[in-house]
């Protein structure tokens, strides 16, 4: 006879029954919340895997300088646009980290078949993977475009810029890292799958970007980049969810 | 009632027999219709006031940048239905199409240069429709080698349908994006005729070639589309009967 | 609250009924038929490659069936598959075990997504499978035995009706299998329902309870 009183011992398991949702004290927003902060613990003790990426933005960043001119006047036009294709690239990078370790030891699984929503788990994933990725490359943005001759009174305008704008890098690259789940060495398909849908991102951030550094106003582009935001809120986990349930079948 | 042509539809062996009956009815009128609209374009239409002669390369250009735009959106909503209600033969069709949809997309790139190669100078500007091609062309090749990353055919199919899905999604956006950026630097520009409209005898000629490639591509599809099936289906009986000399 | 369901518990039974699945041209499940029902474990048997994970992913709903259908307690699972995984404890090959956290950490993590979990039941069930003493050491410094009883006192922790393991001894030593044995007895006694893939027979003693079945090729 199973208890169903509150003290269950390991000895006498009590489950609800046939059409009880087994034990649903814990809603959808509490599993993500949980998600999140799993996820963000994990980073913490593998610390030194989240300063690659921005390792990889600072050598990128420095590469135009050496490749094009020293002199600040001729790359503060460009600066813009060198630090988002930067930030594009290391945001790819970044992308590993997202499902390929629970993918590969069975936790991606579990979720799949935790009976919660796999949309909004992945949602969670996506935004401790913006946490740890994208909000620090925001931050250290403004070093890159003041690097490249940008003035200090753009820098708000630059961390502002890139950090909505990686939201939006962040959740379309969610879709692509779940559609190569399965694949081995898939760092240029994912490159493929993912850089032609940046395209637009790229080009509202960097327009972003560069008012923000000549100093005219900025906020035409910028919500049109949130708007981005938005609709990958929205519609990207749904895609990477259906993507990852097809790669677990 | 409703249902069982679409269920028959997904019926390798019946698809096999009606694409191999169809082909001959889109292979013909859609090369009846691309030579007329070649000798209405190239030979009866006027020539434009501004570019001369050198606009006629619109009879080319314009059905392949408008075919690479129908096919990729044809090759997402089969892959869509496929997904949905796991029709095989939806995933064929989508599989099928894609080397279709690259080469229109392709023949647009290498048209549109040589289009505006007289006017520029150079052989490329980042003009917005060519740009918006380029990155087309991109979608085309991410899906497939999407495809051909997977050996196990099935999940091919299922994962490149969720790509091809959120790739139409993403194709008027891109498109927005680009023409908006393009906007804010006003580089040169092709694409425009010296006229705001188009005579007839420059406008129809540009219809024909319209439908004709329309048609040409239905052709080509149920080709690849009947060598699509017997490659998927080859462990079933129905084919050894279908392929017999 | 459980009480009133209680009549109910009969009812809890896993069918598959014809089902077949194709893996490419590979025609891996054809029109296999089981049945489990509450207090009753079904063992798999068969050699490698015959399907029986196969069968245990269709049986999850992970796996599509290109024909016949799972039910459980009368109902396609596909109706509400949310539901239905709500009332499943699936356990794969591999532990889902994060290396870089502890076993608690891991258990907290891996069952609280699903329901919540109080400190008492986790101390009870790591002291079951016999984790007093590692339990708070990464996973990583674990050896394979460990992570599997880790995954045991997971699996006890899900208060699932049913149980779906797939090799549930692998890297076990014998008394690790007297574990596993002792832990489906109680699950099944208590009503439960379990599907197992297993290469050996299971120590399970519940006799009447136990039943059979081979998947071979055909």
């Given at each position: 006879m199973p208890d169903s009183g509150a003290v269950t011992s390991p000895l006498r398991p009590a489950f609800s029954t046939a059409g009880d949702a087994a034990g649903a004290a814990v809603s959808a927003v509490g599993a993500a919340r949980l998600v999140l902060a799993r996820d963000l613990k994990l980073a913490f003790r593998k610390r030194s895997q989240l300063v690659q990426p921005l390792a990889f933005f600072a050598i990128v960043t420095t590469l135009f300088p050496l490749g094009v001119s020293p002199e600040l006047p001729r790359l503060r036009p460009m600066a813009a646009g060198v630090l988002w294709a930067a930030a594009l690239l290391a945001s790819l990078l970044a992308l590993e980290l997202l499902f390929r370790d629970d993918a590969q030891d069975g936790t991606l699984e579990q979720y799949a078949l935790s009976g919660r929503s796999l949309t909004w788990l992945l949602a969670a994933k996506t935004a401790a993977h913006w946490l740890l990725t994208g909000l620090p490359l925001a931050l250290m943005a403004p070093l890159a475009g003041i690097a490249l001759g940008a003035p200090g009174a753009a820098v708000p305008g630059i961390v502002v810029s890139v950090a909505v704008g990686t939201v939006a890098l962040s959740l379309i690259g969610s879709i692509g890292a779940?559609?190569?789940?399965?694949?081995?060495?898939?760092?240029?398909?994912?490159?493929?799958?993912?850089l032609p849908l940046d395209i637009p991102v790229l080009i509202f951030g960097?327009?972003?970007?560069?008012?923000?550094?000549?100093?005219?106003?900025?906020?035409?582009?910028?919500?049109?980049?949130?708007?981005?935001?938005?609709?990958?809120?929205?519609?990207?986990?749904?895609?990477?969810?259906?993507?990852?349930?097809?790669?677990?079948? | 009632m409703a249902w069982t042509?679409?269920?028959?539809?997904?019926?390798?062996?019946?698809?096999?027999?009606?694409?191999?009956?169809?082909t001959p009815w889109l292979a013909w009128p859609a090369a009846v219709l691309i030579i007329a609209g070649l000798i209405g374009g190239l030979v009866l239409a006027p020539p434009d006031y501004q570019q001369g002669d050198g606009y006629r390369i619109i009879y080319v250009h314009a059905p392949s940048a408008w075919m690479s735009l129908?096919?990729?959106?044809?090759?997402?909503?089969?892959?869509?239905?496929?997904?949905?209600?796991?029709?095989?033969?939806?995933?064929?069709?989508?599989?099928?199409?894609?080397?279709?949809?690259?080469?229109?997309?392709?023949?647009a790139l290498v048209t549109g240069s040589l289009w505006g190669a007289p006017m520029w100078g150079t052989y490329w500007q980042w003009d917005p429709r060519l740009t918006s091609e380029l990155i087309l062309l991109f979608l085309y090749l991410g899906y497939m080698g999407l495809r051909s990353a997977f050996d196990d055919l099935q999940r091919a199919d299922r994962v490149s349908a969720v790509l091809a899905v959120v790739g139409v999604v993403n194709v008027p956006i891109i498109h927005y994006s680009v023409v908006w950026w393009n906007s804010l630097h006003q580089p040169p520009s092709l694409m425009y005729l010296g006229k705001p409209t188009m005579p007839p005898s420059m406008f129809v000629p540009l219809l024909v070639m319209l439908v004709g490639f329309t048609l040409f591509y239905g052709a080509l599809l149920l080709v690849r589309l009947r060598g699509e099936v017997l490659s998927r289906e080859r462990a079933a009986s129905w084919v050894r009967e279908a392929v017999r000399p | 609250m459980a009480r009133a369901k209680k009549g109910v518990m009969s009812d809890l039974c896993l069918k598959g009924e014809n089902v077949h699945l194709w893996r490419g041209d590979h025609h891996v499940l054809r029109g296999v038929r089981f049945q489990v029902g509450a207090g009753e474990c079904l063992q798999l048997t068969g050699a490698n490659g015959t399907g029986k994970t196969t069968l245990l992913r269709t049986a999850c709903g992970l796996a599509y069936p290109e024909g016949g259908e799972i039910t459980w307690c009368g109902q396609n699972i596909r109706a509400d598959l949310s539901a239905f995984h709500a009332q499943l404890a699936y356990l794969g090959h591999e532990p889902p075990l994060k290396a870089e956290l502890t076993a608690r950490e891991n258990l907290e993590y891996w069952v609280g997504v699903r329901r919540r979990l109080d400190r008492h039941e986790l101390d009870a069930a790591l002291a079951r499978v016999g984790a007093d003493h590692w339990a708070d050491r990464p996973v990583r410094t674990l050896s394979a035995g460990q992570k599997r009883r880790a995954a045991l006192a997971g699996l006890t922790l899900m208060r699932a009706p049913l149980w779906l393991l797939d090799e549930p001894t692998t890297n076990l030593d014998a008394e690790g299998q007297k574990l596993v044995g002792a832990l489906i007895d109680e699950h099944v006694q208590a009503g439960g329902v379990a599907l197992a893939a297993v290469h050996h027979e299971l120590a399970v003693s519940a006799g009447r309870a136990l039943r059979r079945m081979e998947l071979t090729f055909a």
């Open positions: 779940a559609l190569t789940l399965g694949v081995r060495r898939s760092g240029a398909l994912l490159s493929l799958l993912t960097a327009r972003a970007t560069e008012l923000a550094i000549s100093g005219e106003a900025y906020g035409v582009p910028l919500q049109l980049l949130a708007a981005l935001a938005v609709l990958g809120l929205t519609l990207a986990p749904l895609a990477a969810a259906a993507a990852v349930r097809i790669n677990l079948e | 042509w679409f269920h028959r539809l997904a019926s390798p062996p019946h698809v096999y027999r009606v694409a191999r009956r169809l129908l096919v990729y959106a044809t090759m997402a909503v089969a892959a869509g239905i496929g997904l949905i209600w796991r029709m095989k033969v939806a995933h064929a069709v989508a599989a099928a199409s894609a080397p279709i949809g690259a080469s229109f997309t392709f023949a | -």
